[in-house]
């Protein structure tokens, strides 16, 4: 007997969530059917990941490359067990080779691909393995996989771009933080005893530099741990569900790189739905699977809701439009699309747009950082000037 975890609606409308062991997928289903559960979503149960296997993660291009040689070998006729076999032993990432022996195992036991990738959810989700099951369906498994490599590798620049955006600004705010420590841990210490050595008496901003300074070298190992205890504090915190919800709200309301991060969330949403869309899966299969894997909580919750609306028989350019958090363009653009049956097609454009327009307000935002830079940089020059050249200018006067 296999164990298999499900998700289903009850009588009442309800999802409910559990296990259920049968000798197959179908059987799983069966039984489910007849204690009157409707099934949503069905997976093996998840193989445990191990320890040393938490901090190996697989990167998306290796993933890429997987699935874009398990589609040239389907293509060409190969077993899918030989084909899987192949890419296990050729793939770079241990982690993914180990996981894809395990895929093979489960397919030579009769399982469905999809059922047996639907074991290792932190490496394939479920827009993977939506997308997968969609290929057996139709019997176009190759081309399945071609557009989710085609995806992959679109998303993995994607992602690049963004990133590359964000590390320079990064980089600029450590730089400034490390700059103002070696501050106050060397040279303020050195020129102490010339501004207390005097009888004038010393502005605000000084004393408060000095005290500053005085209690990092007194206290250096206390501070570090303080600094420490913090960060590890607020890396805990924002594992929580609290912390969580905190986080998707400040990331996407935070002047400019919070726009940048609605328009990274919209481009990912239709792009991933373009894919869901052109490899047929039905609208409400579609959206539940989006939601799984959307990374902002407010964003995900909003699309149950949608989910919700539309299992009502309500279109779904009706509920998208009334959201908040979706623009008012992506409903217009997929009611469009409703009534011209082409809503692939209205979701790759729509998807391009956001991803050009989060190009271009990358390349705004690195030309806008210099800038605030020279300024951050100039008042912490001209604070730190006053601090010290005050006391020694009013010495002077005094002799």
């Known amino acids: ?43 093996l149960k998840p193989t445990a990941p191990g320890l040393m296997n938490l901090f190996n993660k697989v990167k998306v291009a290796d993933k890429s490359v997987f ?17 899987l076999s192949v890419c296990a032993s050729q793939a770079k990432s ?13 397919v030579e036991e009769g399982h469905s691909l999809s059922l047996a990738l639907s074991r290792h959810p932190d490496i394939f989700d479920n827009v993977f393995v939506a997308v ?16 989710l490599a085609d995806r992959l590798e679109k998303d993995t620049s994607f ?5 590359s955006a964000l590390i320079y600004p990064a980089f600029i705010f450590i730089v400034l933080i ?27 901003v000084t004393r408060f530099l000095l005290a500053a300074s005085d209690f990092m070298v007194a206290n250096w190992v206390w501070v570090l741990i303080g600094v420490l205890g913090l960060g590890i504090g607020f890396g805990v915190f924002l594992r929580t569900k609290t912390g969580v919800k905190w986080w998707n709200i400040i990331s996407i309301k935070v002047p400019v790189l919070g726009e940048v991060n609605k328009n990274v969330i919209m481009a990912r949403f239709t792009q991933t739905f373009h894919l869901l869309a052109k490899t047929g899966i039905p609208i409400l299969d579609a959206l539940n699977a989006l939601a799984d894997v959307m990374d902002n909580e407010i964003y995900r919750q909003s699309l149950y809701r949608i989910a919700s ?4 028989g309500i279109p779904l350019s009706v509920p998208l439009s009334k959201d908040k958090n979706f623009p008012s363009i992506i409903g217009q653009m997929i009611g469009v699309g409703e009534q011209s049956g082409a809503l692939a097609d209205v979701l790759e454009k729509v998807g391009t747009f956001y991803e050009n327009a989060v190009d271009e307000q990358t390349k705004t935002l690195s030309a806008l950082i210099e800038p605030i830079v020279i300024v951050i ?20 006067q005094v002799q």
Request: aromatic share 4%; net charge positive; glycine share 8%.
């Open 178 to 204: 490390g700059v103002g420590i070696l501050m106050m841990v060397k040279v303020i210490p050195q020129i102490k005893d010339i501004l207390t050595g005097s009888k004038v008496e010393l502005p605000l």
């Open 1 to 43: 007997m296999t164990k298999f975890i499900y998700q289903a609606k009850n009588e009442a409308g309800q999802i409910v969530s559990g296990t259920v062991e049968a000798e197959n997928e179908k059987a799983a289903t069966q039984a489910l059917w007849e204690n009157k559960l409707r099934v949503v979503s069905l997976r």
């Open 159 to 163: 992602r690049g771009k963004v990133r």
């Open 132 to 147: 997968v099951k969609a290929g057996e369906v139709t019997g176009k498994l190759d081309q399945a996989l071609l557009s």
């Open 309 to 312: 609306d539309v299992e009502k």
């Open 94 to 106: 241990k982690r993914l080779s180990q996981v894809l022996r395990t895929v093979v195992q489960d």
């Open 67 to 83: 699935t874009r040689q398990l589609s040239t070998m389907i293509s060409a006729g190969i077993h899918l067990p030989t084909a």
């Open 377 to 396: 940089l100039g008042v912490g020059v001209a604070v730190l000037v006053f601090a010290v050249l005050m006391p020694i200018y009013q010495l002077a």
